[in-house]
């Protein structure tokens, strides 16, 4: 079955990096866009950042996210750096339907907390 193991989150002040990980299995990895998603408290789950099948496209929502994947090792990658009190929130991975949509296609893994504060 499908499954995603987000890894990587903690707390850490404003200007601060973390590293997050997204480890899944159940599918053909290789084959999939994947997305990084998060869901801050009292607000709807939004994408954040995105990376073609093989890697070669990239997006993210600002300059400070930067998504990235290792296929042989079935994990996608999020660095995050200059962090915001506003990125604080409960980040997921997942496949998406086709690189330029937001839609997911599986279940959601039990995500990563990222927290801002000072």
């Known amino acids: 079955q499908v499954q995603f193991v987000e890894s990587g989150g903690g707390l850490v002040q404003p200007g601060g990096s973390l590293r997050l990980s997204c480890a899944a299995s159940?599918?053909?990895?290789?084959?999939?866009?994947m997305g990084w998603y998060r869901q801050a408290p009292g607000k709807e789950r939004e994408l954040v950042a995105r990376?073609?099948?093989?890697?070669g496209r990239t997006d993210s929502v600002n300059g400070r996210f930067t998504i990235s994947r290792d296929n042989a090792k079935n994990t996608v990658y999020l660095q995050m750096n200059n962090l915001k009190f506003e990125d604080t929130a409960v980040y997921y991975c997942?496949?998406?339907?086709?690189?330029?949509?937001?839609?997911?296609?599986?279940?959601w893994g039990q995500g990563t907390q990222v927290t801002v504060s000072s």
């Open positions: 997942n496949c998406l339907r086709t690189y330029f949509s937001s839609d997911y296609l599986y279940n």
């Open positions: 159940g599918f053909t990895f290789s084959n999939y866009a």
């Open positions: 990376i073609g099948s093989i890697g």
